[in-house]
């Protein structure tokens, strides 16, 4: 934006001395015998240089609260953009949590099933087992013959 400035005054410079050269008698030999006759232009140029540099004035007042406006202009759109960097930086660690979180859920969601299979694999193992031990279930003879040798047992050891 400094540049703006320097960049603004050139084309007012250019304007101020076109207007002082228009203003000025020429100097060639030829008008110079007439100008004579003329009124003098110097008073005729006076007014026209002093508009020139009034509108040239004006025209660098104006161009420097635009300019200041457009540095302002430009300071918010930096800070708006500092945000929008920060906001998108944000963001990512966001989606980079939500990545993380998700992946921690699917471990867990893991480790439950294994769980509940592990613990179905237990249930069906003690259901063989109690159908096992349903169709061993002794006959009557053969618990009276494990009642005698249990009292013949304590017959002989006391």
Do not use: H, Y
């Not at 020429?26 to 140029?45: D, I, Y």
């Not at 406006?69 to 929008?84: A, G």
């Amino acid at each position: 934006m400094k540049n703006w400035k320097s960049k603004i005054l050139i084309p007012a410079m250019l304007v101020l001395m076109s207007s002082v050269l228009s203003g000025q008698a020429p100097s060639t030999p030829e008008r110079a015998s007439s100008a004579q006759n003329s009124p003098n232009l110097t008073t005729r140029a006076k007014p026209d240089i002093l508009a020139a540099c009034a509108a040239a004035a004006e025209e660098l007042s104006k161009t420097r609260v635009l300019v200041s406006e457009l540095e302002s202009e430009n300071q918010l759109l930096n800070s708006r953009l500092q945000t929008e960097k920060q906001a998108t930086v944000l963001l990512g660690e966001l989606n980079e949590t939500r990545k993380s979180e998700n992946a921690a859920l699917r471990t867990a969601i893991d480790s439950k099933n294994e769980t509940i299979a592990a613990k179905d694999s237990v249930i069906a193992a003690q259901e063989k087992l109690v159908e096992s031990l349903r169709r061993k279930k002794a006959s009557p003879w053969k618990r009276v013959g494990d009642v005698l040798i249990g009292a013949a047992a304590v017959f002989i050891l006391r």
